[in-house]
């Protein structure tokens, strides 16, 4: 049996898979939703692993008009002045030392750094460029180019290292990324249809990102609720004082969830706000029907 979690304060929803359809749109129950708990007082923010560049609109279309957590929780940014509220960057040696990891697996690296308000990406050479990294640099066509050895040693820090590949070669990377002293995730199919793989400071994860902006707010993690939906999302739901999995997330992405919603196809972000923040029958009654599943810790 699910309980109901306590005066929920502060919603952090995760974009892919999440906020957003298949279709990559917002749904008008979602949305709907979402209106409804910021009538109701309740702050609603984004915690995504997309840049604040590709993120921001999202914002716009909710009227959402508070910090945002983008970048896996490296960068929290004021929306919409967009000023930089923290930053928790990868230490440029340890930063060198992925480019060396994934440059030998045949990966092109993607470093993305701040300066200011502007979000920069730099990358190695054109030439050894993947196929996979064709949908990010059309949507980032603005890219430093430099040789990998000159990419971070001797640089500023960056807030991450990502690459783009098959499932397959990020597999293969993963064990060695994971010998370094960083965080790291990986999604098996991310916002660009392939595998990535994110590096990031040992300390850093959305879960960081939720704790910063809460403490921000001055709302206790007891009153947050976090919605996601991948591997990069486990340790905010877990964190969280109410943490909910998508219908559609891996089982152990579930497994450490206090409850499990409906799919992203199924207005999953809706149901949970109207049933565990605003304590909706209608949202009660359609979760107890639809779902497989629901897990309270």
């Known amino acids: 049996m699910i309980t109901q979690p306590a005066n929920i304060q502060l919603i952090a929803i995760d974009i892919d898979g999440t906020l957003l359809t298949p279709q990559k749109t917002i749904s008008s129950r979602t949305r709907e939703a979402i209106q409804a708990a910021q009538e109701a007082g309740i702050i609603v923010t984004l915690a995504t692993a997309r840049r604040y560049e590709n993120s921001k609109h999202f914002a716009d279309e909710l009227g959402i008009d508070i910090p945002l957590i983008t970048c896996d929780g490296a960068l929290i940014i004021d929306h919409p002045a967009a000023d930089v509220l923290h930053t928790q960057l990868l230490e440029a040696h340890i930063a060198q030392q992925a480019v060396d990891i994934l440059i030998e697996y045949d990966l092109q690296p993607i470093i993305h750094h701040i300066d200011g308000t502007m979000e920069q990406t730099w990358s190695g050479l054109a030439e050894f460029d993947n196929p996979e990294l064709a949908g990010y640099f059309q949507e980032f066509p603005r890219v430093h180019r ?41 999604i098996k199919r991310g916002n660009y249809g392939t595998a990535e793989i994110t590096i990031m400071h040992a300390d850093c994860s959305k879960a960081t990102g939720v704790l910063r902006l809460a403490h921000h707010l001055n709302i206790p993690l007891a009153n947050v609720m976090a919605l996601g939906d991948n591997n990069n999302d486990r340790e905010m739901i877990k964190a969280a004082g109410w943490g909910v999995a998508m219908g559609q ?3 152990e992405v579930k497994a450490i969830a206090n409850a499990v919603t409906t799919t992203n196809l199924e207005d999953g972000v809706a149901v949970a706000i109207e049933r565990y923040a605003l304590g909706s029958e209608r949202a009660r009654n359609e979760a107890s029907n639809s779902l497989n599943r629901a897990t309270c810790l």
């Open 146 to 186: 430099l040789t990998h050895a000159q990419l971070c040693l001797g640089q500023p820090d960056p807030i991450r290292v990502v690459s783009f590949a098959s499932e397959e070669a990020i597999a293969r990377v993963a064990p060695f990324v994971a010998q370094l002293p960083c965080a790291w995730n990986t």
């Open 249 to 251: 997330a891996p089982a």
